[in-house]
């Protein structure tokens, strides 16, 4: 192993990894290419040199020193056929793909179709990649998240109105439920579950009676909008309500300790099993142990008991 490439998805912690995987390349006098704005500069051979200086000082920062953006090319046989070119072209050996599930599809057809050598570290808010506790990135949009909703409520307990509070998770729900449940939230919806929004409504109607005029509901972008749902609530139960769109803060902010300390034990392991011949491997931690589990297991579509979550906070309210 001579050469590898490191491509990258956006999220706290990402830098951190880069840089994990970058010094335990050199260590091992292996040479690091960068590919800027992911499989979209694969594609296009968007390439830098990374060494030792080059990750100096990333640790601390959000987002991707890497750029990245999605790539519609890569998805058809045409894209991929040229990323693969560019790959076997600049002699890279390896490729180390940090990202969610869809970067880590991407890694799978590199290694089942073209069979390069690649190994997946999982980073995303989203919390999607299936068979991992805890991805890259979550610990950190879960705190910033928090830190907003802990702002808001101070508001809403002040002024006795219903705040509706969107934060992110296309198809997963995982910030939603962790947020709410950190925050004391009264009610949370996430595409998971099937929440009757009349019950939800007739909870807040008998709240007020009681005296009881400021509740937080926490909403999923992936299940509706915050202004959907402030309008149902509004409608039925003529009580004041306001909206607050947490959007893409939730993405940047400087990576908590937890995603710092996961994020170089990933990507020094990574850099590891690339010299070992290990390919089509996603790594990740469960409890203290590094593990490694097969790509196509990890891009399959992931079940988090949201039951459990749920009751708790529901009994809690």
């Known amino acids: 192993m001579k050469k590898i490439a490191v491509l990258t998805r956006d999220c706290a912690g990402v830098n951190a990894a880069i840089r994990s995987v970058v010094r335990t390349a050199v260590r091992h006098e292996i040479e690091v290419i960068g590919v800027i704005r992911g499989y979209d500069g694969l594609i296009n051979g968007d390439f830098i040199s990374l060494n030792h200086r080059s990750v100096s000082g990333i640790l601390n920062r959000g987002g991707t020193i890497l750029k990245t953006s999605r790539s519609k090319r890569f998805l058809t046989e045409e894209g991929q ?149 402030a309008k149902i609530v509004n409608n039925k139960t003529g009580l004041e309500t306001r909206v607050a769109v947490l959007g893409h803060i939730q993405r940047g902010g400087r990576p908590t300790a937890t995603d710092r300390i996961m994020a170089a034990c990933l990507g020094n392991h990574a850099v590891e099993l690339l010299r070992e011949g290990v390919t089509d491997q996603c790594v990740y931690f469960k409890g203290n142990e590094l593990k490694t589990l097969p790509l196509d297991i990890a891009i399959q579509p992931k079940n988090i008991d949201m039951v459990q979550y749920y009751k708790l906070i529901k009994t809690l309210t």
């Open 81 to 229: 056929r040229q990323a693969v070119k560019n790959i076997v072209d600049n002699g890279i050996d390896g490729l180390i793909v940090i990202g969610g599930n869809g970067s880590l599809s991407g890694a799978h057809d590199l290694a089942l179709k073209y069979d390069i050598s690649v190994i997946g570290i999982p980073a995303t808010i989203d919390n999607d990649v299936n068979g991992v506790d805890k991805a890259i990135g979550v610990d950190t949009a879960v705190n910033v998240a928090l830190d907003a909703l802990d702002k808001i409520r101070d508001t809403a307990t002040s002024l006795e109105r219903i705040f509706v509070v969107e934060v992110m998770g296309r198809s997963c729900g995982y910030i939603a439920m962790q947020v709410a449940l950190a925050g004391g939230c009264e009610e949370v919806l996430v595409p998971e579950l099937d929440v009757n929004y009349d019950d939800m409504c007739r909870e807040i109607q008998i709240g007020a009676e009681k005296g009881k005029l400021s509740w937080i509901i926490i909403v999923a972008e992936g299940k509706a909008s915050a202004y959907e749902i």
